[in-house]
């Protein structure tokens, strides 16, 4: 899976894109040689949508807990 932190901001600038293959889709990064700046082929990674929403059920039960915990810390 591809790190999806800051995929707004780098969609923005136009170094990422999604793109869909019949029921599949993929995300297309931008590369660029660190020596020279020149384009380097895209990096395309797969995207799995039941990976991402057991992803997204994972981070949003971690973020229940802490909330859970900082409301008990508030209390000390």
């Known amino acids: 899976m ?3 932190r800051n995929y707004q901001l780098k969609k923005a600038k136009g170094l990422v894109s999604v793109v869909k293959a019949g029921d ?3 995300v297309a990064t931008k590369k660029f040689s660190p ?3 020149e384009n380097l082929p895209d990096e395309v990674v797969g995207v799995n949508i039941k990976e991402l929403e057991n992803r997204k ?3 949003q039960e971690e973020i229940k ?3 859970m915990f900082l409301a008990e810390l508030n209390v000390l």
Do not use: K, Q
Request: net charge negative; charged share 25%.
């Open 65 to 67: 807990e802490i909330d």
């Open 35 to 37: 020596e020279t700046g």
């Open 57 to 59: 059920i994972i981070l």
């Open 24 to 26: 599949s889709f993929a």
């Open 2 to 4: 591809f790190d999806i």
